[in-house]
Every structure is written in C-alpha cells, then in structure tokens.
C-alpha cells in the first residue's frame, strides 16, 4: 500500500489538471478554443513522421548501414582500442622523453657549478676584441651580428652556435656581479651546443642565475615589450619552484595612522609584489593590523593555495587597506603565528614557514609573542620590512628579524620593491644547498606561457649550487640559480593517439595539484607570460563526484579504470549532453604527473583501412580533384599532418590543393606518411563517393525544402552536396572540431541546430536572406560485434520552406484536405498553429533552449536566439515545470577588455628624492645614484600609475585584454519524454501551454495561447556568459560580500554569504621533498652575525654575509647588490 500511494496521487494531480485546462480553455475561447492535449499529441506524430520519412529518404542513412559499408567491408577492419594498453604505452613514451630531458639538465647543472667554482673573480671583467682591444663583456655581447634562421621547432628565428642573455632593466648592467656572471656563464654554450648534438628534439635550454641574468640557448632576439622589459627570471614560475622548498607564508601590513600617503601606497605594492614569488605549491594569507590584526580577506580564515585566483583576490583586497588606529606589533604576530602554528585541518605546504611584516617602524619588539610561539626552536622564520622614506629607529626591526632566523630590508622607494622582496628565496635556499644531492632534484613545473613564444610548456628544473667555500673553509650557503630545459606541450601530444579516439575520445594529463598539462579543452585565449596557465581538471570539464575520485587516485599516483555517466559540453559551449565515458588512467613513470584517456563506448574500435591494391587508391584519390566537385560536391578535407612535407593552411582551398600536389609526388604507403591515416582519408572519400552516386545525385533537394546535404567522416571527409551550397558552409572542415559531429555522436536521431544569434545581430530580410537549419545524425555500423560510429550525414534545411510546413503539420488539415479548418457560428473548433497563428504561439525549439522554428512572422529575426529573448515568460514556465535543467560552470581561461582604473593618476608618483644624507655622502655621487633614480623614471614609464599593478603593461600584455573569469549558463532537456500541460498563472491573467518532445530528435514541440498580459513577474533567464567578479569593492564587512570567491581551490559558489557556504577544498599533494630547517644553516657565523641588511635600490656593491670576499674564488651575492648595513650580534 505504502509503495502505490504516491502513484495514485500522481495521477489524481494529472486528472484534476486535465479538467481544468478544459475548463478554462472552453470558457476562454469562444468559438475558438485552445487545442487539447491529444490534438497536440497528434500535431507532433506528424511532425516527427515527416522529418524521419524525409531526412532518411534524402540523406542516405539507411543505404550508409545496410550497404554501403557492407560493399567496402573487404577494404577495412575492425581494430580494437583498449583503453589500459593505451594509457600505459603512451605513458611509457611520455617518460622516456621526459627522461631523456632529464639528463641534459643534470649535465648543465654539473657542469655550471664546475665552471663557477673554477671562476676567478675579476673586479674589472673585459674581454678582448677581434682587434686586441678590451671591452666589457656587456659591450662585447652587444657588438656581435648573429645571422638568425627560422626554425618551425621553436616557432622562431635562432642560432645554434650562440647563447644569448637577457638582464631585467632595472639591475645595473655594469656591475662586477653582473660583468663576472656573464663572464663565467658564458662558457655553458659548450654545454648547451653538446645537448643538442645528443638530443635534437631539446628546446630552450635556460640558466636563471639568482643575480637575475638568464642565458639562453639557441640565441634568439629577445621579445621586448611594447614598453619596458621588466621581465624578471627569478619570478618566473619555473625559477620559483625549483629554487626553494614550498613556503606557508603570513604576510602582515602595518595599516596604522603613521602609514599614509606614500608608505601606505608602497606597503601595498610591496604586498602585491611579495605574493607574485609565491607558486601553487605555497600557501599563504595576508593580514593589516594597527591595534588589532584581521585578514584582508574575511573569507580566508586559514592559509590558502598561492594559485592565481587566490592571489587576484588577495591584490585586490590589499589595493583597499586603509591606514588609521595606532601601532601594535603584539596583534599582528599573535594573528601570524596562530595561522601557521595551529593544527587546523586546512591544508597547507608544511614546509618553510615565515612571516613577511611590513611596516614603517616602531619601538616595540614583540619579544613575549616570540618567547610563546617560537622559541627556542625558531621554526618560524621572521622578515622584516621598513618602508618609506623615515627617521624611525630601525634597531628593533633589525632585533625582530635576526632573533628569528630572517632578514631586515629596507623599502625606501618604488625602485626597490621588486628586488626587495624577492631576495628571501636565496635564504630559503640555504637548507637545499647543505643538503647537497639530496635537493639535486628535477622536478617539473605546472603548465605555462614560454616568454620566447613556444607557446605553452613545461619545464624540468633543477638548482644549481655554489661549491666555494668561504674564509673558513665551510660549506657555502648560496645558490647560484636554477637549470631548466623545456619541452612544448604539443611535443607531449605527438606522444598521443587522436584520430583512433574518434571525435570525442581524448587523453589528458594531470599534476599534482590537479591542475592539466593536456587536455582538449586547456585552450588559454591571453598570453600571459607573467602567470602559470592553471587549470583544473574539474574546471576542464564539469565536475561531478566520478571526476573528484579520478583526479583523487591520478593525483595519488594510482592507476585505475571506471565507466561513468557524466555530462559534456559541447564545443560552441551552447549545449550539454549526457554520455557514457570510459576513463582510464596511470602515473608517468619518473615523474609526479598521471596521464588519462577517456573513451566513449562507440570509440571502444576504430577503422583501419586496407586499401593495398593502387588502382582503387586512384580511382578514390579523383574524387578529390576539384573537377569533380560540380557533379558530386565539395569536398573539405580534415587539416591533418598527413605526410611530413604536406605544407598546412588555414584556407582549406589551398590545403587540398597542398595534398593533392603531395599525393602526385608520394604513395600513401609512404614512410613520410601516416599510413593509418591517410588510408582511412582515401577510404572514406570512396565511401563518400559511392553514397552521392547512389543517393544524392537522384533527389531533388528542393522538392523537399532542403539546401544541402553532406556527410563527415571519422577519416577527415567532408562533402557537401551541391557545390555551391559550399559558398555558404562555415563549419569547421576538421569533423573532430565541429560540435554538430561531435554531438550527433552523442546522441541518437537528428539533431536540429540553427544559425546563432543574439537580440544584438542585425536583422535579417527574409526577401533577400536565407536561413539554412544544420540537421546531422551519426552512421551506426555493427561489424563482429563491434559497434561504431564512423560517419555523420545530414542536411540543411530551408527555415521558409519548412515553416509552411510546419504550420501545415500542426493545423487542423486531414490528409485529404487542403483549406483551413473554418469554423461556422454554430461550430465551436479548436486553434491551430497555421489559422490561428495572431493567437496561437507554436514553437520548435532545441535541447539547449534555441528557437529552430516558429509560426509567427516576427521571430524570423529571433530564429538560432536563446528562446528567452523571443518569449521569456514561456521559457521560464518550460524551466520552472522542469523541461529543461540548468547548469552553470566558470570558463578560468576567458579574455575581458580592460577596465579603465579610476585610481590611475595623472602624475607620476614616487619619485625617489634624495636627502641631505645623500648629498652629503660621496657614495651616493657614483653611477648607482644615477642609476638608481633613471630606473625609478623607467619605472614611471612601464606603469599607467605606479602604484596601480593591474595598470601594469610591461610584459606584452596587449592593454585591451585581461584575463578575467566568466560564468557559462547552459540549459538542457531532462529526461522527461512524455508531454505535458501547463497554465502559466501570472496573478492578473494566465494562459495554457502544451510541451512535447518530437521522438528521435533533439526537439521539444510548445504549443501556447498568446500572454494576454505583461506584468508576470519572473526571473529573466539568460544563456550569454558573464563575468564574475572575484571580489567586491570594500571586503571589510563580511556582510557586504556579496560577489564569486574561489577560495583554496574550491569550486565556487554563488550565495550571498560565500564565506558560510565554503565547500571543502580541492584535494592536492605537494611536493615529497621539504629543505627548510638546516642546523647548519642557523650555527654559520655569516649567517648569525649578517642577518640584517639594508639594500638601497640599484647599488653597486657586493653583499659580504657570507664570508670574505677577498679570497680568489669570489661567490656572487645577492642580485640586488645590497651594501652591507652596520650590524651588531643580536640576542
């Protein structure tokens, strides 16, 4: 009893429904009234009789099954694709080429760390001329003429018989540090040269030195931006990683009334700067503190991923700090060390741990916070930062940062922010250098934009130590930069199967933060050399609990296999389909990456053809010579690097014209060839062929309103038939990358799909313009048992054609009657949607809530919108009644235009001015003065303001575009197959609706009595993306935060209090390896007795806190150059 309860409901709801929509329809109508269900029901027979008769009979789908392919079965075979051999082969091949890659960076970094040590250390470093004169090696560099050529390999002009270097503008290219590092680095092209003789295939083979001069090799011309070439390697994200262990960092700003005007700006810029040397592998928070500390952030109530997101977030909220209250040094250490020392369940780096404060100086020195939280063991280091231009005694800054194992710099102006605050990674490397071959590890890098345009790479790193040993004969603590060589993506991807796949199978590949390094759908729209490209594997695709657990076991290093339901979006990103999808996966051996394939069932086999006998490849081959186009159709052949010499182009005219001219010089059984896919191209065309011969050629397209017919192959086919309808084909000639093929894989019937428009298009004529309705359904063949999906026909049809049509087929005409059904005085009859058209709304619209047909006369404009846009009350009652799901996704990789930024002045701000100090001390007259002050106004240049980092265009950003993050919204049909009735009940007026899907298509028939009202109230539903704001205006008031937060990696959500709605975050795995607290590093006098230093931007001078300078074998110190401040022993 219990079980059949709720259906007897269902049906009592039905019945009473029933009732009363013939209640109101009867009172309502007149003589004229609303069209019952069963006539409705009826309308939609026909509709789907007619379309099935008619698209079968034209496009040959049946012939294709049932004959075709039966006559070429001795020309082909079915071959298996399993999945496991697969993903394990290919797996083997990615690792021996990243092995092989391996081994280039462990000679490089051997041989760099030789070559230093051997380095005699020159305080005038010159080189002699061709004429025996010496000059500097800057000048010498300068001078020389390289003859570049072009190499397809690097996607650039190069010369393989030079390195070349590139020095950030804003490091003084003439100081001894820099002089004796090109000196000594020079000597790598040996090595570099002796690479590549062993490995061709190398790409850029780069030393990042921690002085920031980067070699490079082969020589190219260096990318110079638009403005000024700040490029940095040692922000580089590949620099970052291989040059430290993974860092939890609590960055706390003094935000006191002391701090305005100009410090405030510079603290913020400092921050900002300070969170770019941060990778994915670290976690941080940022907090401002006077009398009391909070985090910039409410919602990061723990340390979060450094990800770009997060760091976006993070920016945005320090570029609104405020300055007021009094100074409390107490509040914002207690904040810091209760972030790191805590034992949430947050994750984290569980590495180095330290605290960066910012301030512009105080009396106090905190030293009862440090007594309780991180002595006597000092796990947590402390930096120190005074900024500005002040008199403040600076001693207890020096105290805090030496009595906790850190470093006090000095931020006087602008021109010293970057440098600033990145020299702590050289303390952090200290623990890797005493740890000797144990840190000597190549690790490899997440996904990024190579500055040299090889477009999107991965880079194995690995550090590279200083072997001199200092004045007493210890172990030298610095390291000397980072070796890294690169391998482009799409080297990976020759490493893949693809057109076995088919069009909707795919290999994809994973780090360990879950973040891709392949994947079809990893297609980054802005170069942005300045950020990693981090997508996540469940932002590639849509995310579901199947994925999480995948990603889960690929990021653990596990292998596994699992056959899922899931959803797919399609390649326009218009429409979602549910499919079955078979992923597998496996660890790449010798690395921390796990590479995947996903299968759907129909790609489980795939064709091979046998076409040995030459006659029959002839006889195929004329059907692609344009003189044959007239008499069986266009053919559009798939761009494929089919041969080796076959010289691609985007006009795919002239690629035909390519291959053919390749094919009279070549057999397709050549060893320059694919031999796999050139016979399955040479194949399909005569499978093509035999189908217009034996269907198109004897139908007359127009007798049944249709402008085209065509048919796509797995094997890179397509024709369109007749030729002329080719002048108006705009689908993409590779079928693997057009969404009406992929999606008639999908699913089963006809899929119905229009010209996209939105209200902002111009209007059409309907005299003048024709609308052609894309209509394709996949080939389905059984061979042994085996079911595939080799092809895709279909036709396009006449919109004006067929909406006679439609009208006729939903009216009240019988078969043998050709007038309107009229209705007499005495005669009550029902609606139609070709009669009554000023009153009945009838409407085809697709899975995905596009209008394809309509019998009114205004929506010939409004044919391929978002049927939102042509009647948004009767899409939101087809929604709210469940016809159709919504789902929402966030597109990480989108392009916005630029937003001008209302802070941007019109001055130029921060120039550095020197004191009476300054001119009184003779030092300051040098060149770094000069220096100093003629990068600050370079600086000026490279900033719309300078203290306003989104305005910042120095690295080729084009200045119109961002990258930005927006909010896809696709609708699609549920499961629902029956039809239904509904009365749309607006308050003041209401209506009835009849919705059916039309069998064996992608259709829902809606049949509507016109809104006899305009005051429903609904929600607007919308398909067209927008921007989401990652974070609000004022984020001081948790209550005000009203925006999209993507908090640790979690996906996001929109409430109007993210920070209670967190989801847990996404599961990642760091690094297995951690260098942070060395004894060593703490017991070396240099490093006790020199932890403070004060650097002054541009300075000339070398660093001496790591020993005597004046022993033969002369280290190089910090990048900065920083002069050595007065120091004392702290306790």
């Known amino acids: 009893m219990a079980m059949g309860a709720p259906s007897y409901g269902a049906v009592s709801l039905l019945c009473i429904q029933t009732v009363l929509l013939v209640c109101v329809s009867t009172s309502a109508a007149g003589t004229h009234h609303f069209p019952q269900h ?58 021996k080429l990243l092995n092989s890659k391996r081994k280039a960076l462990e000679k490089l970094a051997k041989e760099a760390e030789q070559l230093q040590k051997d380095h005699e250390w020159q305080d005038g470093v010159t080189v002699k001329t061709e004429d025996g004169e010496e000059e500097s090696p800057v000048e010498s560099s300068s001078s020389l003429e390289l003859e570049f050529v072009d190499d397809p390999n690097f996607k650039n002009k190069v010369n393989y018989s030079s390195s070349a270097v590139q020095i950030p503008t804003d490091i003084y290219k003439g100081s001894p540090v820099i002089l004796n590092e090109l000196n000594w680095t020079q000597a790598l092209e040996r090595v570099f040269i002796e690479n590549r003789r062993e490995d061709s295939s190398l790409r850029w083979q780069v030393f990042g030195s921690a002085t920031g001069v980067t070699r490079y090799y082969p020589a190219t011309p260096w990318r110079a931006p638009n403005k000024i070439d700040l490029y940095d390697v040692r922000r580089r994200p590949w620099y970052i990683q291989g040059a430290s262990s993974p860092k939890d960092m609590v960055i706390i700003v003094d935000v006191s009334g002391s701090v305005s005007g100009l410090t405030l700006k510079l603290m913020k810029t400092s921050v900002i700067k300070m969170l770019d040397t941060l990778s994915d592998d670290d976690y941080v928070n940022v907090a401002r503190f006077n009398d009391e500390a909070d985090a910039v952030v409410p919602c990061f109530r723990t340390l979060v991923q450094a990800n770009v997101r997060n760091k976006k977030i993070f920016k945005k909220a320090v570029m609104h700090m405020q300055a007021k209250g009094t100074t409390d040094y107490k509040s914002g250490f207690t904040f810091a060390f209760e972030q790191l020392l805590n034992e949430s369940s947050a994750p984290r780096a569980n590495c180095n741990k330290m605290i960066m404060m910012f301030t512009d100086g105080g009396e106090d020195r905190a030293q009862e916070i440090f007594e309780k939280y991180n002595w006597p063991n000092k796990t947590v280091r402390v930096f120190t930062f005074s900024v500005g231009q002040h008199n403040y005694d600076v001693t207890p800054l020096q105290w805090i940062a030496c009595a906790n194992k850190g470093y006090y710099f000095e931020i006087p102006s602008i021109g010293a922010i970057r440098i ?13 250098v005493l740890a000797g071959s144990k840190a000597k590890q190549v690790q490899w890098t997440n996904v990024y934009q190579d500055a040299l345009g090889l477009g999107l790479v991965i880079t194995g790193t690995m550090p590279v130590f200083n072997l001199t040993a200092d004045s007493a004969s210890a172990q030298n603590q610095l390291i000397l930069g980072v070796m890294g060589v690169d391998i482009a993506i799409n080297e990976i991807k020759k490493k893949t199967p693809t057109y076995r796949l088919g069009a909707n199978g795919y290999t994809f590949a994973t780090d360990p933060n879950g973040y891709v390094l392949l994947h079809p759908n990893l297609r980054p729209k802005i170069i942005n050399f300045r950020e990693p490209v981090t997508l996540d594997f469940l932002d590639a695709e849509l995310e579901d609990t199947n994925k999480e657990e995948i990603r889960r076991q690929m990021i ?17 990103e218009r429409y979602i389909d549910e499919a079955v999808r078979t992923y597998t996966w496996t660890p790449v051996e010798g690395t921390d990456y796990s590479l995947g394939l996903v299968l759907p069932t129909y790609s489980e086999s795939h064709i091979k053809a046998n076409l040995s006998d030459q006659i029959l490849q002839v006889q195929y081959f004329e059907s692609l010579l344009p003189n044959s186009f007239e008499s069986e159709g266009h053919i559009f052949i798939a761009p494929r690097e089919y041969c080796n010499d076959l010289e691609l182009s985007s006009n795919n005219t002239e690629f035909l014209l390519n291959f053919i001219a390749l094919m009279e010089k070549v057999t397709p059984d050549s060893k320059q060839c694919d031999n796999l896919l050139l016979h399955n191209l040479i194949l399909d065309t005569g499978i093509i062929r035999q189908l217009v011969d034996k269907v198109w050629k004897n139908k007359d397209l127009n007798t049944y309103g249709f402008l085209a017919v065509f048919a796509a192959t797995d094997g890179g086919i397509t024709r369109v038939f007749p030729n002329k309808a080719a002048e108006s084909w705009e689908e993409d000639p590779e079928p693997f990358n057009a969404s009406y093929y992929r999606r008639s894989l999908d699913n089963k019937g006809y899929i119905f799909r229009a010209p ?98 309509s019998n009114q006369k205004d929506d010939w404009n409004k044919v391929g919108m978002f049927f939102s846009e042509v009647d948004p009350y009767l899409m939101f009652a087809l929604y709210n009644n469940s016809f159709y799901n919504r789902k929402q996704s966030f597109d990480y990789q989108s392009v916005c235009e630029r937003m001008p930024n209302s802070e941007a002045g019109a001055a130029r701000r921060g120039v550095f001015v020197p004191t009476i100090a300054d001119f009184v001390n003779l030092a300051w007259w040098t060149s770094a003065a000069a220096w100093s002050l003629l990068q600050q106004f370079m600086y000026g240049l490279a900033y719309h303001s300078w203290f306003v980092m989104d305005e910042v265009d120095a690295e080729g950003l084009d200045s119109r575009d961002r990258s930005c993050v927006m909010i896809q919204t696709q609708y699609y049909l549920s499961n629902l197959s029956s039809s239904f009735n509904m009365l749309q009940d607006c308050g003041n007026c209401s209506r009835l609706i009849h919705a059916k899907r039309i069998n064996n298509t992608n259709l829902l028939f809606v049949v509507a009595e016109k809104m006899p009202c305009n005051t429903c109230e609904i929600e607007k539903l919308s398909q067209e993306e927008e921007e989401c704001i990652l974070c609000p205006d004022d984020v001081t008031d948790v209550q005000e935060i009203s925006a999209v937060f993507f908090l640790n990696g979690f996906f996001p959500v929109m409430e109007e209090n993210p920070c209670e709605e967190m989801t847990v975050a996404r599961y990642r795995k760091g690094p297995s390896t951690c260098f942070d607290n060395n004894n060593a590093v703490s017991l070396s006098p240099a490093s006790r007795n020199n932890c403070t230093l004060a650097f002054l931007p541009f300075s000339l001078q070398i660093v001496d806190d790591y020993g005597d300078r ?22």
Request: proline share 4%; charged share 25%.
């Open 38 to 95: 069963y006539t409705m029901i009826h309308w939609a027979a026909r509709i789907e009789k007619e379309l099935e008769k008619v698209l079968q009979h034209v496009t040959g789908t049946q012939q294709m099954k049932s004959q075709i392919y039966n006559e070429k079965r001795s020309q082909f075979e079915i071959k298996r694709n399993n999945p496991k051999d697969l993903v394990e082969r290919v797996a083997r091949d990615i690792s």
């Open 420 to 432: 600033n605050t990145q020299e702590y990674l050289d303390v952090l490397g200290r623990p890797m």
């Open 556 to 572: 653990d290093g596990k292998s596994g296999q699992r056959k899922i339901k899931t959803l797919i979006k399609s390649v326009d």
């Open 756 to 853: 996209y428009r939105t209200a902002r298009d111009e209007l059409l004529n309907p005299e003048n313009d024709t609308i052609g309705i894309l209509v394709s359904t996949a080939v389905e063949i059984t061979v042994g048992g085996k079911t595939i999906k080799p092809a895709v026909v279909g036709v396009k049809l006449d919109l004006e054609a067929w909406v006679d049509k439609f009208k006729i087929l939903a009216s009240n005409h019988t078969d043998n009657r050709q007038g309107p059904n009229t209705c007499g005085p005495n005669r009550v009859c029902e609606m139609d949607c070709e009669a009554n058209n000023d009153d009945l709304l009838c409407y085809l619209v697709d899975d995905g809530g596009f209008l394809i047909m």
């Open 1110 to 1131: 004046k022993s033969s074998h002369k280290p190089i110190g910090f990048s900065a150059f920083p002069i050595k401040f007065h120091c004392h022993q702290m306790t």
